[in-house]
């Protein structure tokens, strides 16, 4: 119940095209969800996160969708970009957890030019 | 600001010995964190410290000890190392009412 299942392992975009990856969770407890873009001999960094009282979230070319009934999240990247080539990582915590976040496995994500 | 600082940045071991991983945050954060990264496991907490005083066990804390010598530097200790030990460590800080996690560049360790 505590794990965060993360979608596909590996996803290769031409440029300019859209990115989509795909979270699930079984805790209803979680009550934020943020991703995290790691670049190869880099500590991951804050991407965007959200909360589900909202069912999306856009900052710039990236957007979270939430769907709180399906217990799903998905990060869907836009125009994507040979620098967007990184693994990403959806996570989720719940309150009172000390910001303790559960990883999803990682999605190695490569936009061809 | 130097933010989240691991030492060192790759380290090799025999099997038995024993070594300190340091992390230091210059963020005066209360909350640091050390997690484990493995090929296809994503990143698993090892142990964490909510505040200066005080660290508890995260998912994966066995083989491993930690100290939270000020409220700066947070340290993880393999007292006999295993290869099953050999990983990408990963230190991170939060400040208080915020869950955004500052993450360190890791420590590349091989347990031979």
Redesign the interface.
Known sequence: QQQVK?SP?SLIVQKGGISIINCAYENTAFD?F?W?QQFP??????LI?IRPDVSEKKEGRFTISFNKSAKQFSLHIMDSQPGDSATY?CAA?MRGS????I????TKLSVKP | NAG?TQTPKFQVLKTGQSMTLQCAQDMNHN?M?WYRQDP??????IY?S?SEGTT?K?EVPNGYNVSRLNKREFSLRLESAAPSQTSVY?C?S?ERFN???F????TQLSVL
């Open positions: 993360q392992q934020y943020p995290y001999g880099k500590g991951p960094a804050l996160a990582f915590s000390q910001g303790n976040l990883f999803g496995k990682g | 989240v909350s964190y296809g496991m994503g990143l698993r907490l964490y909510a508890d995260g990963f991170a939060r869950e955004k996690l993450f360190g560049s890791g």
